[in-house]
């Protein structure tokens, strides 16, 4: 049981480049999120699933897409990077609704955008 | 707008004292809490939660309390160890929804 998988670990990117963050879970949890973490900051909502096909904006979804076409995988799109999108991203899952439901957290994935 | 604040970016303390760590929320539908651990090249962890019909929850080592007339938590730990050196975020949420809204996060070093 690997819990919460994130790929790339690091990654740079150019201004204007293009990136997919994949996200895995192995538990068979309906709720995946989004987060960004910038330096002094908590986490921030990007974008949210509640289950395959249904995703909803969170508090910070703008330069970012997702898609949820199964349980497990929960993949972050970023088109035209900008500075703005250097942060910590990291991404969760719960069983059912996340508010009082345990998220459980990937290890991020550290994007520098130059 | 920021929601949840932790007011203090870091603490530090001797093994085998207390550790109290403060958050302050200003949204008063918020009626869940909970306080997540982070330790370095790591994702959060969850620690402990309390609900707003409490005003305590213990776990072991740590206890959180709940002041809603202040709207203000605080997380005990007791005695703090070298391990428990990490980044803790304060969270809350409104029970009918999904999204949890974060602190800035307090770095506390526990000093052996």
């Known amino acids: 049981n690997a819990g919460v998988t994130q790929t790339p670990k690091f990654r740079i990117l150019k201004i204007g480049q293009s990136m997919t963050l994949q996200c895995a879970q192995d538990?068979?949890?309906?709720?995946m999120y989004w987060y960004r973490q910038d330096p002094g900051m908590g986490l921030k909502l990007i974008y949210y699933?509640?289950?395959?096909?249904?995703?909803d904006k969170g508090e910070v979804p703008n330069g970012y897409n997702v898609s949820r076409s199964t349980t497990e995988d929960f993949p972050l799109r970023l088109e035209l990077a900008a500075p703005s999108q250097t942060s910590v991203y990291f991404c969760?899952?719960?069983?059912?609704?996340?508010?009082?439901?345990?998220?459980?957290f990937g290890p991020g994935t550290r994007l520098t955008v130059l | 707008d920021q929601q949840v604040k932790q007011n203090s970016p870091s603490l530090s303390v001797q093994e085998g004292r207390i550790s109290i760590l403060n958050c302050d929320y200003t949204?008063?539908?918020?009626?869940?809490f909970l306080w997540y651990k982070k330790y370095p090249a790591e994702g959060p962890t969850f620690l402990i939660s309390?609900?707003?019909?409490?005003d305590k929850n213990e776990d072991g080592r740590f206890t959180v309390f709940l002041n809603k007339s202040a709207k203000h938590l605080s997380l005990h730990i007791v005695p703090s160890q070298p391990g428990d050196s990490a980044v803790y975020f304060c969270?809350?949420?409104?029970?009918?929804?999904?999204?949890?809204?974060f602190g800035e996060g307090t770095q506390l070093t526990v000093n052996p």
């Open positions: 538990m068979n949890h309906n709720y």
């Open positions: 309390i609900s707003s019909i409490k």
């Open positions: 699933s509640v289950g395959a096909g249904i995703t």
């Open positions: 969760a899952s719960s069983y059912s609704r996340g508010g009082t439901d345990t998220q459980y």
């Open positions: 969270a809350a949420v409104k029970t009918s929804g999904s999204r949890l809204t």
């Open positions: 949204n008063s539908m918020f009626d869940y």
